[in-house]
């Protein structure tokens, strides 16, 4: 492709060039036929000064720009080298702003030929790349990138991306660069330009053997030819002879742990007895290949199928692409694993193909459209899990997802799962997948009867979601919505009168089940707020359908009925269109999904407002800030522990419970009890994470903080800020700080917000700045100096080895709040049966949830860190004991905090 590209990145000293932000530094890469020609790089003085966070990220001070040119003395020599170029930035939005504001400056014209977006053609070329940032895809790819945040390296890894980009997009089959040729007038950057280029070398070639088929007008990949029935039959090695000799495993730098071989041991000794039982793991163990080595050589030794469930998706594919490529290695005869998730999990293609072919697309639509295309020639498993996409296409992506209703074809990837599982020696799924097939009329699982089941202490989590129900007004309005529109498109394009007349009847009708809708959740709101006054600017009522009284409530209800039967009366009226064999009158595929969906979630909120259910816990939660019918309506059964004893335990020979957090002062007793196992005896056992925290690891408790009890919210809020601050001047590190509420999170935020601008340190706090939990840590990582405070899904799941993190600070210790719907219901139903509901319900909790929070620091045998918990019932509060006895043993500081930074400083040294 005889093309000239020219690859610019810049430095700047903010990211607005309308806030009269500047250039810093610019790197420049040319590349002609395939190689990278010439080079431009150079500092520039900004004439302003540069920001701290500035510094820290890109390592460019005062100093540095100091004696620079000022970007109009080299503004011709830029401009020269651009003149007939693709303009080519990974992120054009930010770059070529920034370029055209200096350009202007300096009395230039701007820019006006052609641009490409790396991210963006990334997007389309690399849909199942981790991440779309610049050394990530450097990585992934091996390509070199010494110094991430410098322009000059940058711009040189950029055009070696675009280069491995095109190649990748030029390996395309001509079918597949057509239909992306017809939606890329719509992407950001002209991508179109360079398809034109390569449909025309397609067109040249000889047609030769493609590697893919084709469906529905849609390329697919070809699938692999069916494998051979499995041979039955003795094993090459038993685990027996390879536990005896206990060779290393093929990991880099394996070092030998013994407790990860006990592990392995007692896993298979329960396997092969026929014994349920609980292990804990501690953080390092390699608690992964503890229990997945054995599970394959007892499978394939007994021709017997054993199921791994985890909590997540995300843990699932983590075993999948980092542990089961080890254990194929340590296994000594053919293993066949497989994954299988639920049906929402996995593409139907016959929606895509009707998806494809609609026509004015939004741009996150076109673009998903283009991902899934190259998608759909790399995939064998159709799993929409693989994809990262941008997250205004998350909800597309799930209209795509095969329904409920949707039988097995010959493209159906779900099937293909289902046949992939019946061959398999393992199966590795999730909590929500497992407890759908335990609760499922007919088996979703090939028979099994031997389960592993990791994250063991999230699974009563996992069963409470799955029991429960959620009903919120958000989804309410964004299905109804989608109805509409969908219903009022396909009234423009209808010509007949009879389907005409049809589609504006069920206008007429949804307009009313909206307006219904609409009034029933702003009075269920205003009811909440009256209920319960908000804290933290959020509201949670507990509430009982008979207990309930009121106008209000009784208004409720009585909408509650009018929407039931507004719903009817549209899924009839309806009904002719889903029905019709005329595809020029039906309604689109994904319109039956959606009445599917608003029809449950109607039915889900007359049950939570009608029905009064034993052992089941209702609340609201609504904001104080909301729209006006905004709020969120939950149910929860209180108690599983019986489902888990008769449908879990009793169903299966042997289940391993494993998680690195399973026991309260080295008792498995109170998780025993929640899971139901208590009856059944399970072997017990504790494995030690293999570091030496007395040397890796010490606690700090300052002595002179208020007593988090003895004083209001707000002023402990402002002390805890006051000891973040004076924590991390004075290490200097990155720093995790962790909250059990989001209310003392949002106080100390406030706090910490008036002091931040003179502060060395970059704050990110979850909920006050936007992002999911891993673009929030994608943030602090860039950062030498940074506090990062989080709640919730921080306290676990949350890997920061080595230099990543040096400091965590514990800001209050982490018991559930009164107001919480759930435990206030445990609570009371411990206490019916005259047992103390803080003994045996809030402080095991806190416990467990204090010995997350504390395995966030330690993660290799090299990382050493401090650890301070501001709240001083730790030393002062007769249970104290219990949290201190839950670590191991590691010394333990106390006193004022002046005192105790010193001696931090002296132990990080």
Known sequence: MATRFVIIDLETTGNGPKKGDRIIQLGMAVVENGLIVERFSSFFNPEQPIPLFVQQLTNINEETVEGAPLFADKAGEIAAMMDDAYFVAHNVDFDLPFLQAELERAGRPPFTGPTIDTVELARIVLPTAESYKLSDLARQLGLRHDRPHQADSDAEVTAKLLLALLERLGRLPLVTLEQLRRLARRLKSDIYLLLDALIAEKQREAPNDQPFVMHGGIALKRPAPARPEKEKGAVAASFAAFSEQEPPLPLPGYKRRPTQWEMMRLVYEALSTSQHAMMEAGTGLGKSLAYLIPAAFFAGERQERVVISTNTIQLQEQLIRRDVPVLREVVPFPLRVAVLKGKQNYLSIEKFASFLAEPSDPYDAV???????????????????????????????????????????????????????????????????????????????????????????????????????????????????????????????????????????????????????????????????????????????????????????????????????????????????????????????????????????????????????????????????????????????????????????????????????????????????????????????????????????????????????????????????????????????????????????????????????????????????????????????????????????????????????????????????????????????????????????????????????????????????????????????????????????????????????????????
């Open 367 to 909: 673009l998903l459209k283009c991902q899934l295309l190259v998608w759909l020639l790399e995939t064998e498993s159709g799993d929409l899990d693989e994809l990262n996409v941008p997250s205004g296409a998350r909800m597309l992506l799930a209209d795509l997802a095969i329904g409920e209703e949707e039988e097995g074809g010959r493209h159906h990837f779900f099937a293909a799962a289902k046949r992939r599982a019946e061959e398999a020696d393992l199966i590795i799924t999730n909590h929500a997948f497992l407890l759908h097939d335990l609760t499922a009329p007919r088996p979703l699982f090939p028979p099994f009867r031997y389960l592993v089941i990791d994250e063991a202490h999230r699974l009563e989590d996992a069963a409470a979601r799955h029991f429960g129900e959620r009903v919120d007004y958000v989804s309410f309005r964004f299905l109804t919505a989608k109805l509409a529109q969908t219903m009022a498109k396909r009234r423009e394009e209808e010509q007949r009168c009879e389907a005409r007349a049809t589609l504006a009847r069920c206008q007429r009708l949804l307009e009313e089940l909206q307006f219904e809708g609409d009034e029933l959740f702003r009075l269920l709101r205003r009811y909440a707020l009256a209920k319960q006054p908000a804290r933290a600017g959020r509201c949670r009522y507990r509430f009982s359908p008979a207990d309930e009284r009121g106008q209000t409530w009784e208004a409720a209800v009585e909408l509650c009925w009018r929407l039931r039967d507004a719903i009817a009366a549209l899924a009839a009226a309806v009904q002719p269109l889903l029905a019709t064999e005329n595809e020029t009158m039906a309604l689109p595929v994904s319109f039956s999904a959606d009445m599917a969906a608003l029809r449950r979630h109607i039915a889900a909120l007359v049950r939570l407002l009608t029905e009064t259910e034993e052992g089941v816990v209702r609340w609201m939660e609504a904001d104080e800030k909301g729209a006006a019918n905004a709020v969120r309506l939950y149910a929860q059964p209180v108690d599983l522990s019986a489902f888990f004893a008769d449908r879990l335990f009793m169903n299966k020979r042997s289940v391993i419970l494993t998680s690195a957090t399973l026991t309260v002062r080295g008792q498995f007793s109170y998780m025993a009890a929640r899971l139901g196992l208590e009856e059944f005896y399970p072997l017990c056992r504790s494995f030690p994470a293999p570091f030496r925290y007395e040397e890796q690891a010490a606690l700090f408790v300052p002595t002179d903080l208020p007593l988090v009890s003895a004083v209001p919210l707000e002023r402990y809020a402002e002390a805890a800020a006051a000891a973040i601050v004076a924590i991390a001047r004075r290490l200097g590190r990155r720093m995790l700080v962790l909250f059990p509420s989001y209310e003392l999170l949002k106080l100390t935020a406030e706090a910490l917000k008036a002091e931040e601008g003179n502060e060395p340190f970059v704050l990110i706090a979850q909920g006050v700045q936007s992002g999911s939990p891993t673009k929030l840590l994608r943030t602090f990582l860039q950062f030498d100096q940074a506090v990062l405070l989080g709640t919730s899904s921080f306290w676990e799941g949350v890997d920061l080895p080595g230099p990543a993190l040096a400091a965590l600070v514990i800001a209050r210790l982490p018991f559930a709040s009164p107001e919480d719907p759930v435990a206030a219901a445990k609570s009371e139903r411990i206490r019916a049966a005259g047992g103390d509901p803080f003994a045996r319900l809030s402080l095991p909790e806190a416990v467990l949830r204090f010995r997350q929070g504390f395995g966030r620091l330690i993660r290799t045998e090299r990382d050493k860190g401090a650890v301070f918990v501001l709240d001083r019932r730790l030393l002062t509060a007769s249970y104290g004991a219990d949290f201190l006895a839950s670590l191991p043993p590691l010394p333990v500081h106390e006193g004022p905090l002046a005192a105790l930074l010193e001696a931090a400083e002296d132990w990080l040294a």
